[in-house]
């Protein structure tokens, strides 16, 4: 087929392919049997978003060179979960992928060994259980002003403030105030309720562009935040969004393909909410599609 003169110039031809593989990434094994300069054009970008759970991808993943994976990674996902991958072949992918720029990190795979290679990253979008990150619970090993924070500007953090409220009077406000420090975060989700100093911290956070409050899809805990949300200081905060819990995988790969995940959808709801003062109710993330 590559003996064949191509009817398009090569310049738009090669558009055309990347546009079809980006647009249709299940499409992308099929393209790449097409001529090898598609092959050329196109494999980079079935390895642009990985998923440690996902067994075919990783297979084929394993007989690439790392300069392959170096070029190509851009967002990785070490979801908790059965992987082909061994520990040892995570550690050199993130070792080796300096140029991913969104990652969500499972437990599994969370811990003080990879921050050096996270710290190489420029990420931008991080999803991270912090007492897993840095091995405990304690604030003093909780180095949130590394490098590694310095260039994010969505931050997912699944760790509970108020176990970690509990387990020191003032860790929960203490890591809220290196949160504030960063440079670059505009966009923060945390779980559940948050304890009052802390809304305080993130009503007075001018930088601060989306809050998610994330809970569990049940009826009960939504009232129960809805509740919380009526006493408290943010509730009049146009930056504030109440909103389900992703459903794993699926919203974090429709980030990386620029749709609306649930950080677009939330800046959407944010911009309405302050452009027509509408009511908190109408702030939740369920509202909208």
């Not at 990783?58 to 170096?70: C, G, Q, V």
């Not at 720029?101 to 811990?111: H, K, P, T, V």
């Not at 009960?220 to 943010?234: E, V, Y």
Request: net charge negative; proline share 4%; charged share 20%.
């Amino acid at each position: 087929m590559d003996q064949l003169e191509p009817s398009l110039p090569p310049e738009l031809e090669r558009e055309v392919f990347k546009i079809a593989a980006w647009t249709y990434p299940s499409t992308i094994p099929a393209l790449l049997l097409v001529s090898k300069r598609v092959f050329a054009w196109t494999e980079a970008l079935l390895f642009h978003t990985v998923a440690a759970t996902d067994e075919a991808q990783i297979l084929a993943l394993k007989t690439k060179s790392l300069e392959i994976l170096r070029t190509s990674i851009r967002n990785l996902c070490l979801d908790d979960g059965p992987s082909q991958w061994s520990q040892s072949e995570i550690l050199t992918t993130l070792e080796t992928c300096v140029q991913v720029r969104r990652i969500a990190l499972g437990s599994m795979y969370c811990g003080p060994q990879i921050l050096p290679y996270l710290s190489q990253m420029r990420l931008d979008h991080l999803a991270v259980c912090l007492h897993a990150l840095f091995g405990g619970h304690d604030l003093p090993y909780w180095d949130v002003d590394s490098a590694l924070f310095a260039t994010v500007t969505h931050l997912d953090i699944s760790d509970d403030i108020n176990v970690c409220s509990a387990a020191s009077s003032t860790c929960g406000s203490h890591l809220v105030q290196h949160l504030v420090a960063l440079p670059s975060l505009t966009h923060l989700r945390l779980p559940g309720i948050l304890p009052d100093d802390i809304a305080e911290c993130f009503r007075t956070w001018s930088q601060l562009q989306v809050l998610l409050i994330s809970h569990s899809n049940s009826i009960r805990r939504r009232i129960r935040l809805a509740r919380w949300l009526r006493q408290s200081c943010l509730y009049d905060d146009s930056r504030v969004v109440l909103v389900v819990r992703a459903s794993g995988r699926n919203d974090w790969e429709d980030g990386t393909r620029g749709l609306r995940d649930q950080w677009a959808r939330a800046d959407e709801l944010v911009a309405h909410r302050t452009k027509w003062k509408i009511e908190w109710k109408r702030f939740c993330l369920d509202f909208i599609g």
